[in-house]
């Protein structure tokens, strides 16, 4: 099944909801890292997260990075996401493997550690927009909740789920962002809060209940919920042999050729989204040079 993401209108318009089943993505990025159960808990909901704000990008050309950075094993967590909703991430230690937590669940916390996140989104300006917010859980649909009050001064509620079978397979990656508009009243805001506050996984709502619409208006508890956009993101990386050889001539003729003496006349760059390597020999960097 594709990835899908799914915009919707609740409350005749008074609250915005996007929803995500990025199951197909989060499979591709635990096979092309080779993650563990909880790196690609981790990777996943921060490449769900990723999915939702690139698709709240509105021109051509602009892309939103991710950095999640704890003192727990996994390290950083990066992800990448642009307007055509091509979406790739990667974590320092992809092999983290960790006992489950209290309740029995992937421990995203433990792997994160404390620390921060930012988020730096390229719009066309002339800088780039740059926000910053500390960690609260490192559970990270809760630290994305926290950036959005502080760093966009947007509330809303977040889910972030990434479910992984007993055959090792990811069953379910799914989330959802409900964003009240500015002049939405109080008492719709409590039923939304009292809602999210009772659903314990989103990736076992998705499942039980096999249809998004539904998972929206169960989330919402508006069942005139309307949905207004169907988009499919996908892993997908931008890497290629034009962009690597701009990173050798960035190094400087001096320093290419001083690995390349360092190491049997090869240079190997690894593109970390897609651990795809791009081998170049003495030759082909006198070319780029020449
Ligand atoms: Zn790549």
Redesign the pocket.
Same mark, same amino acid.
């Given at each position: 099944m594709e990835n899908i993401l799914k915009k919707y209108l609740a409350y005749d318009g008074m609250v915005k909801v996007v929803l995500v089943n990025g199951t197909k993505m989060v499979s591709e990025a635990r096979n092309i890292h080779n993650l563990s159960n909880v790196t690609t808990a981790a990777l996943g909901r921060t490449l769900i997260m990723t999915a939702i704000m690139s698709s709240k990008l509105k021109d051509k050309d602009n892309r939103i990075t991710v950095q999640i950075k704890g003192d727990g094993p996994i390290g950083s967590i990066v992800a990448c996401g642009n307007s055509n909703l091509d979406i790739k991430g990667y974590v320092s230690v992809p092999d983290v493997e960790l006992p489950l937590n209290d309740i029995g669940k992937l421990d995203v916390a433990k792997a994160v550690g404390k620390g921060y996140l930012n988020v730096i989104k390229d719009i066309g300006l002339k800088e780039p927009y740059i926000g910053y917010s500390k960690l609260v859980t490192s559970e990270i649909a809760e630290d994305f909740a926290y950036y959005f009050v502080t760093s966009e001064q947007t509330p809303c509620a977040v889910a972030l789920g990434v479910n992984i079978s007993k055959e090792n397979k990811v069953d379910m990656a799914a989330g959802y962002i409900i964003e009240p508009l500015p002049d939405c009243s109080e008492d719709i805001i409590d039923i939304i809060e009292s809602i999210n506050m009772n659903i314990s996984s989103v990736t076992g709502l998705m499942m039980d209940l096999d249809n998004m619409d539904d998972v929206a208006k169960t989330i919402t508890g508006d069942n005139n919920i309307v949905c207004i956009e169907e988009l499919n993101p996908s892993y997908k =990386?931008d %890497?290629s042999t034009s962009r690597i050889d701009k990173t050798i001539i960035a190094l400087g003729k001096d320093e290419a050729f001083k690995i390349l003496e360092e190491n049997n006349n090869k240079i190997e760059v690894n %593109?970390n989204? =897609?651990n795809?390597t791009y081998k170049y020999n003495k030759e082909m960097v006198e070319k780029l040079f020449s």
């Amino acid at each position: 099944m594709e990835n899908i993401l799914k915009k919707y209108l609740a409350y005749d318009g008074m609250v915005k909801v996007v929803l995500v089943n990025g199951t197909k993505m989060v499979s591709e990025a635990r096979n092309i890292h080779n993650l563990s159960n909880v790196t690609t808990a981790a990777l996943g909901r921060t490449l769900i997260m990723t999915a939702i704000m690139s698709s709240k990008l509105k021109d051509k050309d602009n892309r939103i990075t991710v950095q999640i950075k704890g003192d727990g094993p996994i390290g950083s967590i990066v992800a990448c996401g642009n307007s055509n909703l091509d979406i790739k991430g990667y974590v320092s230690v992809p092999d983290v493997e960790l006992p489950l937590n209290d309740i029995g669940k992937l421990d995203v916390a433990k792997a994160v550690g404390k620390g921060y996140l930012n988020v730096i989104k390229d719009i066309g300006l002339k800088e780039p927009y740059i926000g910053y917010s500390k960690l609260v859980t490192s559970e990270i649909a809760e630290d994305f909740a926290y950036y959005f009050v502080t760093s966009e001064q947007t509330p809303c509620a977040v889910a972030l789920g990434v479910n992984i079978s007993k055959e090792n397979k990811v069953d379910m990656a799914a989330g959802y962002i409900i964003e009240p508009l500015p002049d939405c009243s109080e008492d719709i805001i409590d039923i939304i809060e009292s809602i999210n506050m009772n659903i314990s996984s989103v990736t076992g709502l998705m499942m039980d209940l096999d249809n998004m619409d539904d998972v929206a208006k169960t989330i919402t508890g508006d069942n005139n919920i309307v949905c207004i956009e169907e988009l499919n993101p996908s892993y997908k =990386c931008d %890497c290629s042999t034009s962009r690597i050889d701009k990173t050798i001539i960035a190094l400087g003729k001096d320093e290419a050729f001083k690995i390349l003496e360092e190491n049997n006349n090869k240079i190997e760059v690894n %593109c970390n989204f =897609c651990n795809k390597t791009y081998k170049y020999n003495k030759e082909m960097v006198e070319k780029l040079f020449s």
